[in-house]
């Protein structure tokens, strides 16, 4: 059974769900005991070697390991990707497609949906051994409606990703921080983007809105207040 003291992370209360915002960027409803994530784009800097450009090493086994510190932590059955898996069909190298069929027997257990994104169509699914299971946006479990793109539903509260947000904190000497975060609007929270290689858009909250940066091993709220009323966060499909 999870014991809620042993989650690092910050517990609220969204769409009337108990949910912990954890600082491996991913979020954890503990009712159904489902981890969501969103952009991990697996294979990126496969792809950008392919393309002759240099990039860090061993970033996918590390985001991998992490994954899999949330889930052992928080006890998930369940995992939903919302959107960009992988990054490319450049980025599908032997080491990467290796390194997350060793991932996913070490995690045999686990029921993982993909809501697909921009990056999938392009990518294409995972292979069948990978048992994901594939789903196009909308796709709603309620009282959340999951997505890729964060756009509004009638039919829940939006949980989505695609912009990889980043709040930038100003201190007392004009220290400039720019850092990961969530970001929850009125009818759409938007998920950090869970690749370590992926970017950050710096986002503009709107008032009322609830943003929470991730600081290393901890998630701190730096805006707005439970159950603010503002404008949802809108984005186009880029």
């Not at 809105?209 to 730096?222: K, L, M, S």
Request: net charge neutral; proline share 7%; charged share 20%.
């Amino acid at each position: 059974m999870l014991d809620d003291q042993t989650i690092s992370g910050l517990y609220c209360s969204l769409a009337g769900e108990d949910v912990w915002l954890l600082p491996e960027r991913a979020l954890f409803w503990k009712r159904p005991a489902t981890l969501i994530i969103a952009d991990p784009h697996i294979g990126k800097p496969g792809a950008f070697r392919a393309a002759a450009i240099a990039t860090p090493e061993g970033t996918t086994i590390a985001d991998l390991e992490r994954l899999s510190t949330a889930i052992r932590r928080c006890g998930a059955q369940r995992l939903i990707v919302l959107g960009d898996l992988l990054h490319a069909r450049s980025g599908r190298t032997a080491a990467t497609m290796s390194a997350f069929e060793e991932w996913r027997t070490r995690h045999s257990s686990l029921d993982i949906v993909l809501v697909r994104g921009n990056h999938d169509t392009r990518a294409g699914d995972p292979p069948h051994s990978w048992r994901v299971m594939c789903v196009d946006e909308p796709w709603d479990m309620a009282p959340f409606t999951l997505r890729h793109h964060p756009e509004s539903s009638v039919a829940g509260y939006t949980l989505a990703g695609h912009l990889h947000p980043a709040a930038r904190l100003i201190g007392a000497g004009k220290q400039r921080l720019t850092l990961p975060c969530f970001w929850f609007g009125a009818q759409v929270g938007v998920l950090p983007a869970f690749g370590s290689f992926t970017g950050t858009k710096v986002i503009a909250p709107d008032p009322g809105d609830q943003v929470f940066v991730i600081a290393e091993d901890a998630v701190v709220a730096v805006s707005g207040a439970p159950g603010g009323t503002a404008s949802a966060p809108t984005a186009s499909r880029r």
